[in-house]
Each structure stands twice: as structure tokens, then as C-alpha cells.
């Protein structure tokens, strides 16, 4: 129901206003009007009087309706909880706005924000093609978008736009990240993955060193730079084919210039690792943290046998040890003015390369073991010789990478095979270990404690990729290939940032019960506590399950948020994000505002 004022000219001339209560009701499909009660002349009046009248009026009636429950049509579920969060974090960095600015001299016929929003919201709903976007835009909470209709070629012409202006916007998200999380970049990870090609040919692709061990597929290198916290500073697209030794000139060129960093810490891994490259970071200001995994001479079964005594490394966590190497114990051709060696352990990892190698040699026994009895049956014919059938237990050896842990004979038709035990022995020495290279004046704790930091980078490779490798990247263009990765990093930005904000907040909370004195309090408290540390992936997948229901009651359209439930509501309030309103009117012109 609702205030309406009806007109009425009297035979004397004279025109009076009456105000009366009208309610809509449907009739054969169609939505008409009927007047329910009349409150009487109030041509006496003044405008603004009236108009106080009428406000009141319908404060009272706006929480009563007639109708039945039959009245009422929903018409589709939307993404809500994702949209809503992404939206108040992107609106807090002013990233429309910095887009916008950065293409102001440009010919720009449509708002390319509005779709960077929009693909970026998909990535971490619905990762797939453009094509599927298109196609279930209707399904995304986007208020902001606006009421203008979407085009599909817009899409691609924003990938565009937005590799043309990425060293602007980078340099303004950095700006406005150091401020929104308060941080200064004092140290930064860097990593380098791989990520496969499945659709048109693209100029980028080619054939290099397989992370995921598909050498046959063409791929594209990508190089992330990242804080302590895991928030992504840049990004680079490199051809498949590039080495991480040939990427970071240009990484720490752009950490000068675009960034103006004069100096911070740069942690990576060995493949990073040149004599060109170490005298581009001394030059720029820049000392390292270098990790060393698996075999090499670097981490010589000299230096595994004299500190293989575990009770001589320190503890920093429940699994995690270290030994800083003695200078004097460090290989001549190891030795650098300045440069520290921290050898580590991983009791769990050490307990997984065991297991897996364990694994491994009885799988390899059980195929000698057949090719051995094959070999004793009478087969008439020629016989195998000696270099068939070695072949054969190479390809055997080879598959589970065990060719240096047996010792394998073929004599007279007669295959024999026995574990070299020597060689285990020194292998389980290397079970759970790495190496660090420094040539930082850092405690060696603290050493260690940034180059696990970069380990984490790998869940956001693994995020990343999960965006990049739902569905083929029919992407064929370059440019374009590189505004699909760059949509996936900032994807992976914002749910980054979601996990920072919770955390902090968390940390905040486990200080508080850390301060409670009864014991049996505390540990419960702790326990409570431990159950909500949540990823930032944990979060957006608690976000998705948020929806809500567009519907219509009479003549009012509205979306109806489902119930929040108690991690959403928490997720919320670590994030500093107000809970909406249960009920979200739209208006004639479909843009969706919230109603006082």
C-alpha cells in the first residue's frame, strides 16, 4: 500500500487535494490499483506540510502489504557474497577510478572498469572464457555495473586497455595498498611458474621446461613478486621457453624504477641464482636469500655426513630446524666474502621423501622381479640379449628415478638385482633438507623465516593456475593473453588481501587470549580460535555459498539476501564490511540501491 494525492476542480473553480491510501493487486495477469481508505481534503495544507504528511504516511505502511504468498515470483539465485566483498574492497582502493584516470587521454568509448570488475569477479566465482562470463552475468550481484547492456567485444578490448595502462595501475594499487595495510616493502618473494596454452596458437607460447611435466603442450612463463603477506606487487609474462635466471634483470629493473624500492631483501630460488645476477642485486641495493632443494654439489654429501646429528640444529617451529654452516666448514669454491650457508630440516618432509622413495624402490622391485621370471621361462626363438634386456631395466630404473639405489646383473638368461644400501644411506641424509644462501647480516632464524615465505608463494601459483587453467585460453592474440593473466592476478589480489585482513584480525584476537589467565579458559579459547584460520581461499569459498533471490511481490522488485551465516558474519567483521541490508529494492531502471 501507498500514499496517493488525487486532484479534483470544483464547479466554484476551485481545486482541492485529497489523500487517500491505495493498494495494488493482480487481476488476470495484470497489476492494478484499488483506493483502500480515504484520509480527506488537505488542500489547507502548506507543501512542505504535506510532504511530511505523506512521509509519514508511508513509513507506517512500508512494512505492510496485502496479497498473498502467491504473489510473490523469484526469478533467479545470484552470486551474492564474493560480488558484495570484492566490490567494497575494490571501491576502497579506488581501483575504478585509477583505470579511469590512467586512460583519461584515450579515445575510450565504454567504461573499462566496469568490466575489469566484472571479469574479475567471475575469476573467483566461475574461473572460464569470456564466453561463459557473458552468459552468466545475470547471475553476479554488480550494482555497480550500471544499467548500460554489456557487449562481448567489450570484453576483449578491456584485456587491451588493461595491459596498456599495467604500470600505472600497479604503481596505484601499490600506492594505495602500502597505505590501506600499512606495510613497507623491506622484503620481497619471487617465484616462477608455468602455465600451459590449450587453445589458438599464441606468439608467447613455446616449448620449455615442464613444471607439470607435459613437455609436449606449449607454455607461457609467469614471474610473481610478492610481499612478506603474499599481496602481488607485479607480474610478468615471459615466453615458455625463458629461464628464471633470464627474468630477473628485469624484475629488479622494475622494482627500481616503477616502484621506486631503493632497498629490500630479494628471496627467490637457485635457478635464479648467477654471478650477473648477484652483481645486479648488490648494485641495486638489494641482498639475497637463495634456497638450494634435492641433489646438487652445493649440498655435498660431505657436508650432509658431518652435520647429519640433528640435536645440533635449533628448533624455529614444531617442524622446521636449522644449522648455520661454519665458515670454515663451507667448500673453498662455496666461499664469498659476506655469503652465510643455513642448512635446514623438515622432519615431516623428511618423512614424505622417505615414504615416497620407499615407494618408489618397491614399485622398481616388483617390475625386476617380473622381468626376472619372463626371463627364466623356456621361450623358443632368439634369445634377449644382454643390452635388450639392460635397456629394459633402465626404463624400469629410470620411470622412478631410483637408477642410483640398485645394483643390476644379467648373466647366462639369469636377471639379478639388490638395493645398494651405501647409496640409500647418503640419500636419507638429504631426506627433509635444503640449503639457504645469504648474504644478508640477518639472524639465521630470521633467514629462514623469510625464505619459508616464498614457499608459500606456491598456493598462490596454485590459485593462479586454477584461474588459468579452467577451460582452453582461446586468447590467440599476445596482448590478450597477457590482460587474461593479468585479470587472474588481480583476482587472486583481492582474495589475498581478504586473507591479510582476516589474519591481522586474527592475530589480534589470539593476543587476547593469550592474555587470559585460567588456564582450562585459555586452551579453550585457543582451540575456538585455531578452527577459524582460515586461507583466503577458505574464505572466498565460504563467500560463494552467500547468494540471493531476485523476486517481485505485486509491483515491487527486489532481491532477498539469504541469512549471512556465522563465518560469513565473522569474515565480515574482520574485514571491516558493514552487513547489507536483508532486503535490496531495484528500481524501473534495474540498478539495484539500498533503501533507508
Known amino acids: ?27 488476470g495477469g495484470t497489476v492494478k490499483k484499488r483506493r483502500v481508505a480515504s ?84 575469476r573467483l566465482v566461475d574461473p572460464s572464457s569470456k564466453l561463459h562470463l557473458f552468459q552468466t552475468l545475470d547471475d553476479l550481484y554488480l550494482p555497480d555495473a550500471g544499467s548500460e547492456p554489456w557487449q562481448l567485444q567489450h570484453f576483449y578490448r578491456a584485456l587491451d586497455y588493461l595491459m596498456d595502462i599495467k ?86 629493473t622494475r622494482l627500481k624504477e616503477q616502484f621506486s624500492v631503493e632497498q629490500c631483501v630479494f628471496v627467490g630460488d637457485r635457478g635464479m641464482v648467477t654471478e650477473k645476477n648477484m652483481a645486479l642485486m ?22 650432509l655426513e658431518e652435520f647429519a646429528d640433528l640435536t645440533n640444529y635449533v628448533q624455529l617451529k614444531d617442524n622446521l630446524y636449522y644449522l648455520e654452516v661454519p665458515r670454515n666448514r663451507v667448500e673453498d669454491d662455496e666461499k664469498s666474502d659476506g655469503v652465510r650457508y643455513i642448512l635446514c630440516y623438515n622432519p615431516e ?3 614424505h621423501d622417505a615414504a615416497f622413495r620407499e615407494s618408489a624402490m618397491a614399485e622398481t622391485e616388483a617390475g625386476l622381479l617380473a622381468l626376472a621370471e619372463q626371463l627364466m621361462q623356456t621361450r623358443r626363438g632368439r634369445k634377449p640379449t644382454n643390452k635388450g634386456v639392460m635397456l629394459k631395466v633402465a626404463d624400469l630404473l629410470t620411470e622412478k628415478g631410483v637408477e642410483a639405489f640398485f645394483h643390476v646383473d644379467y648373466q647366462d638368461g639369469v636377471l639379478t638385482y639388490a638395493r645398494d644400501e651405501g647409496a640409500l644411506a647418503k640419500e636419507a641424509l638429504r631426506d627433509g633438507k635444503f640449503l639457504i644462501r645469504t648474504n644478508t647480516t640477518f639472524p639465521a632464524g630470521d633467514v629462514v623465516l623469510s625464505y619459508k615465505t616464498l614457499m608459500g608463494i606456491e598456493r598462490a601459483f596454485r590459485q593462479i593456475k586454477n584461474f588459468l587453467d579452467v577451460g582452453p585460453v582461446y586468447h590467440w592474440n599476445e596482448k ?7 585479470v587472474c592476478v588481480l583476482a587472486y589480489l583481492f582474495e589475498q588481501e581478504m586473507q591479510v585482513l582476516y589474519r591481522r584480525q586474527w ?27 582460515y586461507t583466503g581461499e577458505a574464505i572466498v ?34 574485514l571491516g564490511i558493514p552487513m547489507p541490508s536483508k532486503t535490496i529494492w531495484v528500481s524501473e531502471s534495474e540498478r539495484v540501491r539500498k533503501m533507508d
Open 282 to 303: 648488490a648494485e641495486a641495493g638489494f641482498p639475497y636469500i637463495v634456497g638450494f632443494h634435492k641433489r646438487g654439489r652445493i649440498v655435498s654429501d660431505r657436508l
Open 541 to 574: 569459498r565460504e563467500l560463494r555459498r552467500w547468494q540471493a533471490v531476485h523476486a517481485t511481490f505485486l509491483d515491487k522488485e527486489f532481491l532477498s539476501v539469504t541469512r549471512a551465516s556465522e563465518r560469513v558474519r565473522r569474515i565480515l567483521a574482520s
Open 349 to 351: 618432509k623428511a618423512a
Open 480 to 486: 590478450r593473453v597477457r590482460g587474461h593473466i593479468f
Open 167 to 252: 604500470p600505472q595501475l600497479e604503481r596505484a594499487l601499490y600506492s594505495r595498498l602500502t597505505d590501506l595495510l600499512n606495510f613497507k616493502l623491506s622484503l620481497v618473494l619471487y617465484d616462477l611458474t608455468s602455465t600451459h596454452l590449450y587453445g589458438h596458437e599464441c606468439p608467447l607460447g613455446e616449448h620449455g621446461y615442464s613444471r607439470t611435466h607435459r613437455p609436449d603442450l606449449e607454455q607461457v612463463e609467469l614471474g610473481l613478486l610478492v610481499t612478506p603477506e603474499g599481496i602481488p606487487i607485479t607480474h610478468e609474462v615471459f615466453a615458455g621457453n625463458v629461464s628464471d635466471k633470464e627474468t630477473v634483470p628485469d624484475i629488479l
Open 39 to 122: 484520509l480527506g481534503n488537505i488542500s489547507q495544507y502548506s507543501e512542505r506540510e504535506i510532504e511530511q504528511i505523506i512521509r509519514t504516511l508511508e513509513s507506517l505502511l512500508q512494512h505492510r502489504t496485502t496479497g498473498s504468498i502467491d504473489d510473490l515470483e523469484t526469478h533467479r539465485v545470484l552470486q551474492f557474497g564474493v560480488p558484495y566483498v570484492v566490490q567494497f574492497l575494490w571501491n576502497q582502493l579506488g581501483l575504478s577510478e585509477a583505470i579511469r584516470h590512467a586512460l583519461k587521454d584515450r579515445e575510450v568509448t565504454f567504461d573499462v572498469a566496469r568490466y575489469v570488475q566484472a571479469m574479475v569477479i567471475h
Open 1 to 27: 500500500m501507498f500514499a496517493q494525492i488525487v486532484s479534483t476542480k470544483k464547479p466554484d473553480g476551485k481545486t482541492y487535494k485529497y489523500l487517500h491510501i491505495v493498494e495494488s493487486y493482480r487481476e
Open 507 to 533: 592475530q589480534r584476537e589470539a593476543e587476547a587470549v593469550r592474555a587470559i589467565e585460567d588456564e582450562k579458559e585459555r586452551d579453550q579459547e585457543q582451540a575456538e580460535l585455531d578452527q577459524r584460520w
